[in-house]
């Protein structure tokens, strides 16, 4: 069952990544409304999920917090590392494609929790599985949207970003059907939540929403940030 569902997540996910391709004409609100998914994603799913499973406090802080500022310093480290190699080689300047696939294959990394989740949820009941699914299924269309975009806003070709999309389409039902063999420790996966969403809300605060905003400050751009922070909020609401 799970990686029968995981399959409407791999559909979800192109049809994200397909509305990407289609609105390149409105570049500025496709990357404010993807700022404002990747901001919700953290703020409102990612970080809760990562406390309640990795909440163990180390040295008076949750380990899942440590984790979200390491994560966020990390992406920090490795798009500097990468900037200072691009000027090296006379590239002064432009955008470090390195950085966009790094981030894609975040999500994909990302998108196969979800299916672990999803299949370990059905392992619990079905009831539980059913509302993960939901859950799952309504924020992956976020996760190809997501993945194309950051694919792409970093210079790298089309067909790059297609492949990254079809790679975090597939991921789920990978994820899905590793359950079958074993389960990950809560904790693990815990740790691993809070770590990734450090890193998401560094690309969506330091480069999504800034490029946004930069050539076209207006106001629709600014309510699609909204839109794709309140999508997220009521994907949750339903899920909970």
């Known amino acids: 069952m799970a990686v029968f569902v995981a399959l409407g997540a791999f559909l979800m996910t192109l049809a994200g990544g397909w509305v990407a391709q289609r609105v390149t004409d409105r570049r500025h609100l496709v990357l404010g409304f993807a700022g404002g998914l990747m901001l919700g994603v953290v703020g409102l799913d990612l970080l809760p999920e990562a406390m309640e499973a990795a909440g163990t406090p180390v040295f008076g802080v949750p380990a899942a917090l440590l984790l979200f500022v390491g994560g966020f ?128 809300l560094y690309l969506a605060a330091a480069e999504i929403l800034p490029e946004a905003h930069h050539t076209h400050p207006a106001r629709s751009t600014l309510l699609c940030t909204i839109g794709g922070v309140g999508f997220i909020w009521l994907v949750v609401g339903i899920a909970e």
């Open 73 to 200: 310093l990390v992406a920090h480290l490795v798009e500097g590392l990468l900037a200072v190699r691009q000027v090296a080689h006379g590239a002064s300047g432009e955008r470090v494609p390195q950085v966009g696939l790094t981030a894609a294959a975040a999500m994909v990394g990302h998108s196969l929790m979800d299916g672990i989740a999803l299949g370990a949820a059905f392992q619990v009941s079905g009831a539980i599985g059913v509302a993960v699914a939901l859950a799952v299924i309504s924020h992956d269309f976020a996760d190809g949207f997501n993945t194309y975009t950051l694919t792409s806003l970093y210079g790298n070709a089309r067909r790059k970003a297609l492949l990254m999309l079809f790679a975090a389409a597939l991921a789920p039902v990978v994820g899905a059907a590793t359950t079958l063999l074993f389960t990950l420790p809560e904790e693990l996966l815990g740790g691993y939540l809070g770590f990734f969403g450090g890193a998401l």
